[in-house]
């Protein structure tokens, strides 16, 4: 099964995934590097390759796209053409490339195109921008969240952790809710249902009593809404009664689900915070107040990257800063474990999870979906690359649904439940796996024997430069394999007894 890419990130790692990319304006044969390149990136390199014409261009090409590239010298590019087509292409089938139809899915009962919608956020805050995502092959939206009171943003109010090729890893807000009135979201509501009928609108909402909750969730409605989603769980809104106060309260969640509920016959989800210990009570709660689906996670409370000189943590407004919401990549694990805990409860079995937090490729999204996700939604990873990120999304998971012989999303849902607990009391304890040393690979840094000796089990020593095990000593943790450089250690893959 074909599933493993061929080629990494780390290999294009200079791409600046450019808009209107001045390779693909330069490539004669009109083969689009810049998608490709784009591809890649998104784990979607079957899907790149099948779009390469039967001539191979790039063989008879002089490099008119390296030429071009902004990073000159820094971006394979042939190279990583030329593996699409010889490494890459000939494992792609044509059967595994399929139509959207595959993807078709629901919510709540509601049919959707494909299971990502854009999360309640600035990426889908007015009528343009939810129309060029629409455009662009987004199933829906979760409108950023509507109230009734004023709402005053500072500046700046991002910043983020970056990667060592200086993709966002974490990423921390101090955003609040929707700053347009309650009657210009009603009207870009109509309109965005008008233009767009079967696109999906999740109307995100939050109240400060029974009242504005009720009342609230009855306007979208009465808008076009297909679906209320409450936000109870915005770390930046930290007045009495509102965001994640409301979330860290089963009382509330139920309260307020219900008052929602009561100005409505479409569905209502509830957006709780993971900024507690479990979410399962909450989710319960919800339940019971009539909310028929979940949404998970918010972001995360925050601090970062404090100012060793002025003390101000970022972003700094001025000399202040505040507590803030963290998302991206970083945050994946963590809205996995929610997911799973939502998914394993059975008390929730009839509820429809939508999940989001890290969600970045295709296969974050199949994770989410297999930990008992139906549909995920998407901000940061927009944020940083654009709504044409769903071309992407797309393709991989129809790939990997048809090699897994799937014929919808349905099918995978819940699918990994079975395989993850809640403790570690289940695990067996008997075997180990050892590394393995790949030397004609190695670079002999001496990496692993640090790593291994200073924060491991001194199984492993240098000879020559290159290491070796010592099996008495090593119990299979594989801190070697994570700290290798040169991806020269890998897992042996076989259980043994433990000496």
């Known amino acids: 099964?074909?599933?493993?890419?061929?080629?990494?990130?780390?290999?294009?790692?200079?791409?600046?995934?450019?808009?209107?990319?001045?390779?693909?304006?330069?490539?004669?044969?009109?083969l689009q590097p810049g998608d490709k390149l784009r591809?890649?990136?998104?784990?979607?390199?079957?899907?790149?390759?099948?779009?390469?014409?039967?001539?191979?261009?790039?063989?008879?090409?002089?490099?008119?796209?390296?030429?071009?590239?902004?990073?000159?010298?820094?971006?394979?590019?042939?190279?990583?053409?030329?593996?699409?087509?010889?490494?890459?292409?000939?494992?792609?089938?044509?059967?595994?490339?399929?139509?959207?139809d595959i993807l078709q899915t629901e919510i709540c009962g509601i049919p959707l195109e494909n299971p990502f919608l854009l999360s309640s956020s600035v990426v889908g805050s007015n009528y343009d921008m939810c129309a060029r995502a629409f455009e662009a092959g987004w199933a829906g939206v979760s409108f950023k969240t509507i109230c009734n009171f004023a709402i005053r943003e500072a500046s700046p109010r991002y910043s983020a952790i970056t990667g060592g090729g200086g993709s966002i890893m974490g990423f921390k807000n101090i955003e609040q809710l929707s700053d347009h009135s309650v009657v210009e979201n009603m009207k870009i509501f109509k309109d965005l249902k008008r233009d767009y009928p079967n696109k999906f609108l999740l109307a995100s909402i939050m109240g400060r009593n029974d009242e504005e909750w009720e009342e609230l969730a009855r306007l979208c409605q009465e808008n076009g809404a297909d679906a209320i989603e409450l936000n109870f769980s915005c770390p930046n809104m930290?007045?009495?009664?509102?965001?994640?106060?409301?979330?860290?309260?089963?009382?509330?969640?139920?309260?307020?689900?219900?008052?929602?509920?009561?100005?409505?016959?479409?569905?209502?989800?509830?957006?709780?915070?993971?900024?507690?210990?479990?979410?399962?009570e909450a989710a319960e709660a919800a339940k019971r107040g009539g909310a028929r689906g979940i949404s998970a996670i918010n972001t995360i409370k925050s601090i970062m990257r404090i100012n060793l000189e002025t003390y101000v943590s970022s972003p700094a407004v001025g000399r202040t800063s505040a507590v803030g919401g963290y998302s991206g990549r970083a945050v994946k694990p963590i809205a996995l474990r929610f997911i799973a805990e939502l998914g394993k409860n059975p008390e929730l079995a009839?509820?429809?999870?939508?999940?989001?937090?890290g969600i970045e490729t295709w296969q974050d999204a199949a994770e989410f979906i297999l930990m008992g996700a139906g549909t995920v939604q998407v901000t940061t990873a927009v944020m940083q690359y654009g709504y044409r990120i769903i071309d992407d999304l797309k393709a991989g998971l129809k790939y990997y649904l048809k090699l897994q012989n799937r014929n919808s999303v349905q099918e995978i849902v819940g699918l990994a439940l079975t395989h993850v607990s809640n403790t570690t009391e289940c695990l067996e304890r008997d075997?180990?796996?050892?590394?393995?040393?790949?030397l004609k690979k190695c670079i002999g840094c001496g990496r692993c024997q640090?790593?291994?000796?200073?924060?491991?089990?001194?199984?492993?020593?240098?000879?020559?430069?290159?290491?070796?095990?010592?099996?008495?000593?090593c119990v299979g943790c594989h801190l070697c394999i994570l700290v290798c450089q040169a991806r020269a250690i890998q897992s042996s893959g076989k259980r043994v007894k433990k000496q």
């Open 1 to 30: 099964m074909f599933l493993q890419p061929t080629i990494k990130r780390r290999e294009m790692m200079f791409c600046a995934l450019c808009g209107d990319a001045p390779c693909s304006a330069a490539c004669p044969a009109k």
């Open 39 to 100: 591809s890649i990136w998104f784990g979607g390199e079957h899907h790149a390759a099948a779009g390469l014409p039967e001539r191979n261009y790039c063989a008879e090409c002089s490099g008119d796209c390296e030429a071009a590239c902004i990073s000159p010298g820094k971006v394979p590019i042939m190279k990583l053409m030329n593996r699409l087509r010889h490494n890459v292409e000939p494992k792609v089938t044509a059967e595994a490339l399929a139509n959207d």
């Open 238 to 280: 930290m007045e009495e009664g509102l965001g994640s106060d409301v979330g860290q309260s089963p009382e509330y969640v139920e309260r307020f689900t219900r008052a929602a509920c009561r100005g409505v016959n479409i569905p209502v989800l509830a957006k709780l915070t993971p900024n507690v210990a479990t979410m399962s």
């Open 350 to 357: 009839n509820l429809h999870i939508s999940g989001m937090g």
């Open 431 to 438: 075997t180990v796996v050892y590394p393995q040393f790949l």
């Open 450 to 473: 640090i790593s291994c000796a200073d924060g491991g089990h001194q199984a492993i020593v240098l000879k020559n430069r290159k290491p070796v095990l010592n099996p008495k000593r």
